[in-house]
């Protein structure tokens, strides 16, 4: 397998990132500034609304970044895509239609588009390969979320064969790890397993009622092996092609809230809502070009849930802190 590469970009280039505030964001951002990186473009939504596209344009013209990590997105688990697929659909169309073009037009050289794998078919061949894209229907759960994703890839990849802005597709699977949040009504399946469990020990629950089933099975990545695959495939030779990101192995979400519950120290029953929906069934990357690519996820599930425990409840003591002074 060939070596991970570094990330070559000259220090004081500007690097324009959306949704330096996000998770995803908030890792780049803190990681490229810990190496010496001194001129980067991270706007707030206060200061800049990436759904207007006179706003980011303007923007875009008078900063004139050089590269380009295109971060920001809606985003929200299973119950947040089901109430609010409208919000899902238009305003990540909007966001990714002004970013991208704004980049085109100012002559960005280089852009990073995050994608999601939501973007392959419900019941297409596990693992998912690049090649699955397109091949059948969504997952209507978030459906939304997933086309806007697809359109905005392929207005990535139309941008590179017309005008030669080079763009880079990582599609990473589930996204967890540091800077998450743990608001039950947004956040996403691992962070919010670690609440209901870790809580349910503070409160000495007898037992925690989860949605579904627990047999879909989902794919998970830390944060910060998602910033070491963003600049690595920012180095690399990918000539506009999506890439899978994610260390290619799956658990079901009985045998992940197995493992919280476990490392959370509850010892109650875990109950399932059958009336609740699993979305997709699998959700498994096949991660070979990204190997290909020369990079591989450092962080092991087992690991990565221990660090979210922590993290977790460290906000907590965080919270009881600022109460008590209060």
């Known amino acids: 397998m060939p070596k991970e590469k570094g990330f070559s970009v000259r220090q004081e280039d500007p690097i324009w990132i959306t949704g330096a505030a996000g998770m995803v964001g908030k890792a780049l951002a803190g ?14 939504r206060r200061e800049l609304d990436l759904c207007s ?23 929200g688990g299973i119950a947040a895509n089901v109430s609010d697929p409208v919000g899902f659909l238009d305003e990540n169309m909007r966001l990714v239609v002004n970013q991208l073009s704004a980049c085109a037009k100012a002559g960005v050289e280089k852009v990073l588009l995050l994608g999601s794998t939501c973007i392959y078919p419900r019941e297409c061949a596990q693992p998912m390969t690049e090649e699955s894209l397109l091949t059948g229907p969504l997952e209507p759960t978030n459906e939304g979320y997933a086309l ?24 990473p699977c589930n996204i967890y790890g540091t800077g998450d949040h743990f608001d039950l009504s947004r956040c996403h399946v691992l962070s919010a397993l670690v609440k209901r469990f870790c809580d349910a020990v503070d409160q000495e629950a007898e037992s925690v009622t989860l949605w579904g089933t627990g047999s879909a099975k989902r794919e998970f990545i830390h944060v910060e092996d998602v910033v070491r695959g963003m600049l690595h495939l ?14 290619g192995n799956d658990v079901s979400i009985s045998e992940l809230a197995g493992m919280i519950a476990e490392q959370a120290g509850f010892k109650g029953k875990t109950l399932w809502d059958t009336s609740r929906p699993d979305g997709m069934p699998r959700k498994c990357t096949d991660n070979a070009r990204l190997k290909e690519l020369g990079f591989e996820p450092r962080i092991s599930l087992n690991d990565g849930i221990a660090r979210t425990i922590q993290e977790y409840r460290q906000t907590l003591n965080n919270d009881s802190y600022t109460a008590n002074a209060a």
């Open 31 to 44: 990681h490229l500034r810990a190496k010496g990186y001194t001129n980067l473009l991270t706007p707030t």
């Open 53 to 75: 596209a006179d706003a980011v344009h303007d923007y875009v013209a008078q900063h004139r970044p050089r590269h380009a990590f295109l971060l920001a997105a809606k985003v």
């Open 148 to 171: 806007a994703k697809i359109a905005g890839l392929r207005l990535a990849q139309s941008y590179q064969k017309q005008m030669g802005m080079q763009c880079v597709l990582p599609m």
């Open 234 to 247: 920012f180095d690399a030779e990918t000539e506009g092609q999506i890439i899978n990101l994610g260390p």
